[in-house]
């Protein structure tokens, strides 16, 4: 399975807590589709095999057309190998109204991930949201009608979150019967307004202990709801695990298209310029900016462990021990047994994974098992 990632780079506003790459201003959203689609036929070789899935992310994708989707999707069919079981829209939730719905009806979008972050109007106006609770529910229910396979996204661990206020907002979720959900922990980033009002005192983070306790929560909750919780952030209704989305933590090959996007095909990654005008000027002379690196032997193995113990089916011993670069196998070796002594990590037939309990510390832990230097 392969898929192309297509980063649309835009937004009407600068959420608080966010650091992707985007603009507000649209004014060049015509040129930008005009150079995705030339970078489509530059990319044409960078996949050789049938691509499954489409994934739109941004950014705002549901800031684009009907049109301009078909536009790319029939770009995508003309160029590569389609053979499609999955093409996801993220959407914000005032974007979906019943007739922006009703003309994506008329595009091969079979799935929406809609950003609710929370239902909480005071929180909704704090990461600066384009939206109400209102209008996320109404998105909601609307998309599940006109038969869209639905993914919603919840933020947890916003400043002084109560477990009060988080379950309400895993209840009010449910409520709704969306196929999947995904659940956010909110992280601290450079560069956005969040890490300034930290910075300047007017908010304070949640702490760790706090954290945990609502991704603990959530699990839950959402675990009682019926929904199936495979990887760290995500959970799924029978038959709607995120098909894209997983490719990423399986290691399969995938084009990013657009500013900023990331490409993989097993060997190497390139990613893209992040910077909108750059990016359109370098395909209108027929060029692709961006950089890239060939994936060593530690990098492969890295990769395989960070993805792989994200997930509740964790990785293979067997492979886990091919792909350990000779020079770190007794020290990775040893720090796996001391974690799996310290029950940090489970060994289950052939395969190795964190038990739920720990999977909030999952980044430190699996940064043990990564081979460095200091390994």
Known sequence: ????????????????????????????????????????????????????????????????????????????????????????????????????????????????????????????????????????????????????????????????????????????????????????????????????????????????????EQFLQAHQLLSNAGYHHYEISNYASAGHVALHNSSYWNGKPYLGLGPSAHSFNGKMRQWNVSNNTAYIKALSAGKLSFESEVLTEVDRYNEYVMTGLRTDKGIEEKQWNELMPSLYKESLQKEMNELVNQQFLVRDASRIFIPLQHWYKADQLISRLFATENS
């Open 1 to 212: 399975m392969s898929g192309v990632y297509i980063h649309i780079p835009f937004c009407s506003k600068a959420c608080t807590y966010c650091d992707f790459h985007f603009s507000t201003q649209l004014r060049n959203k015509n040129a930008f589709i005009e150079a995705l689609l030339h970078e489509i036929e530059v990319q044409a070789r960078y996949i050789d095999e049938a691509v499954n899935t489409i994934y739109f992310g941004g950014g705002t994708p549901s800031l684009l057309s009907a049109a301009e989707i078909n536009s790319i999707i029939g770009k995508l069919d003309k160029v590569f190998k389609l053979d499609v079981k999955e093409i996801t829209l993220e959407a914000n939730p005032d974007n979906l109204s019943e007739k922006y719905l009703k003309e994506l009806k008329s595009t091969a979008v079979n799935r929406l991930s809609i950003g609710v972050q929370s239902f909480e109007e005071k929180r909704l106006l704090w990461m600066n949201r384009s939206h109400t609770a209102k209008q996320a529910i109404f998105a909601i229910e609307s998309a599940l009608q006109m038969g869209f396979n639905v993914s919603a996204d919840l933020i947890f661990a916003l400043p002084e979150m109560s477990t009060d206020e988080w379950q309400r907002q895993l209840q009010k979720m449910i409520s709704l019967k969306p196929h999947h959900i995904s659940a956010y922990s909110l992280t601290l980033e450079e560069r956005t307004v969040y890490h300034h009002q930290v910075a300047k005192k007017k908010v304070k983070e949640l702490d760790d202990v706090n954290s945990e």
